[in-house]
């Protein structure tokens, strides 16, 4: 398995709403990560999991909570968002530190987020 | 802080053109590259990456990419284009060392579009 998963693929929720995104690899890759993708633009770092431990906060609203609850396994925990939070979220998984370097990330097909 | 430009923002061709798409990286320590294309619609896909050895890599669908460390650039090239390869394309830094060795760094992407 050379893939990583999201769901859902999309998303519309209201500003008072709580909703989670989940994400799972199984290639034993020990680092994973958010990202943030609005229109036209290049994703930016949101998180950094690194042995299920949060090792990077790109300091992001607390109305974003990353959970990695095993090696496989990533959530993000979405409650009273904003619309300009809308965007595309996408989770990638690599092997940590020089490793992930050498091989590279592997990127989910992401969800689109829509906030109303 | 390492940080990546991609002067062109919008590139459109023919069928047959080259292509050389520019990517500058700043950052003082040793880093890792990549492009990364991502088609309409679709997730982020590896071109190619760069780390050590001969700066000229190959990557798939005929890309290639040279590293040129006294420049700190690393464009991406393609003798021929396809109808196929529109898309966008992402530079990406990894810097070496430490927590920054998780972090991929995205430039702001180049617009291709290829006629046919």
């Known amino acids: 398995d050379t893939e990583v998963t999201q769901t859902p693929k999309h998303l519309v929720m209201g500003m008072t709403n709580k909703k989670s995104l989940k994400c799972e690899q199984h290639m034993g890759h020990r680092a994973m990560y958010w990202y943030k993708q609005k229109a036209k633009k290049p994703p930016e770092l949101m998180f950094v999991?690194?042995?299920?431990?949060?090792?990077i906060n790109e300091s992001v609203p607390s109305r974003f909570s990353p959970e990695c609850p095993n090696s496989s396994l990533l959530n993000l925990h979405l409650h009273a968002l904003q619309p300009e939070d809308s965007a595309l979220y996408l989770c990638a998984s690599s092997h940590p530190g020089t490793g992930g370097a050498v091989e590279g990330y592997t990127f989910g097909s992401g969800t689109r987020l829509t906030v109303v | 802080a390492q940080s990546v430009s991609q002067h062109n923002h919008h590139v459109i061709l023919s069928e047959a053109a080259s292509l050389e798409l520019g990517c500058n990286y700043s950052y003082g320590g040793t880093v890792n590259l990549f492009w990364y294309v991502q088609y309409p619609g679709q997730h982020l896909q590896l071109l190619l990456k760069y780390f050590s050895g001969d700066p000229l890599v190959k990557g798939i669908k005929g890309f290639e990419a040279e590293f040129i460390k006294s420049k700190f650039s690393f464009n991406l090239r393609k003798p021929s284009v396809q109808w196929s390869d529109t898309a966008e394309y992402f530079c990406?830094?990894?810097?070496?060392?430490?927590?920054?060795?998780?972090?991929?760094?995205f430039g702001g992407g180049t617009r291709l579009m290829v006629k046919p």
């Open positions: 999991y690194s042995y299920e431990k949060l090792s």
């Open positions: 990406a830094v990894n810097a070496r060392g430490g927590n920054a060795g998780n972090m991929l760094t």
